[in-house]
């Protein structure tokens, strides 16, 4: 596509038309205060984002495959159903109650803290993605599909994973003290070292104690 300045897409942003869908496909928008922006079913496939702040922005539906969301502010942040598929969101991305409602993080990378306390993610697609040391305290993964994810020194403190797939995920030395595991699935999960205080594991699916 054209490459347009920033002032160029902030003014393509706030004059939009609501029922036409926004194309930025693998533009440079780091840096950029889209505070409360309306980005919803917006194409930002392969995007730069890193350090954008998009606190309270609306991206819900909207195509981030690939998209660079590193140091991004996404707190409170709604994102139903977007699709993350490959998404890079380290270097400590804060998604602090964030709606990621049936997203699809596949494959996403949320590596070195992100910060997902609160954040909603019930019934979202997490397969493979990779959660090393992200926070996760209080988030609701009620019936998320977390299959091979990387929760790797996770903290998942109180956190709701009824009913959440876990088979074959990394949780070494996760902290899931006082989470919601009820009918949840952990077969084949490696929970060497990880703090179960206070987990009520019966009916737990594939746990091995």
């Keep these: 596509m054209a490459e347009f300045t920033r002032q160029e897409i902030i003014k393509m942003i706030n004059g939009l038309h609501p029922e036409k869908t926004l194309y930025l496909t693998h533009c440079n928008l780091s840096g950029l205060s889209l505070y409360g922006a309306d980005l919803s079913g917006a194409d930002l496939e392969g995007a730069n984002l890193y350090g954008a702040n998009l606190e309270r922005a609306h991206l819900s539906g909207a195509n981030l495959i690939g998209a660079d969301l590193g140091r991004t502010l996404l707190n409170r942040a709604l994102l139903t159903k977007a699709n993350l598929t490959g998404a890079t969101l380290h270097d400590g991305a804060k998604l602090a109650g964030a709606n990621l409602i049936g997203a ?3 494959r ?3 590596t070195g803290g992100a910060d ?3 954040a909603n993610l019930t019934g979202a697609n997490l397969e493979e993605t990779n959660l090393t040391r992200a926070n996760l305290t209080k988030a609701n993964l009620t019936k998320a599909n977390l299959i091979r994810a990387n929760l790797t020194v996770a903290n998942l403190e109180n956190a709701n994973l009824t009913g959440a797939n876990l ?3 990394n949780l070494t030395k996760a902290n899931l003290t ?3 595991l009820e009918g949840a699935d952990l077969t084949g999960a490696n929970l060497s070292g990880a703090d179960l ?3 009520d594991l019966t009916g737990v699916i594939g746990y091995n104690p």
Excluded: I, K, Q, R
Aim: negative net charge; hydrophobic residues 50%.
């Design 116 to 118: 997902l306390e609160g």
């Design 197 to 199: 205080t206070g987990v």
């Design 104 to 106: 699809n993080l596949f």
């Design 178 to 180: 006082g989470a919601d």
């Design 167 to 169: 088979a074959g995920a």
């Design 108 to 110: 996403a990378d949320l």
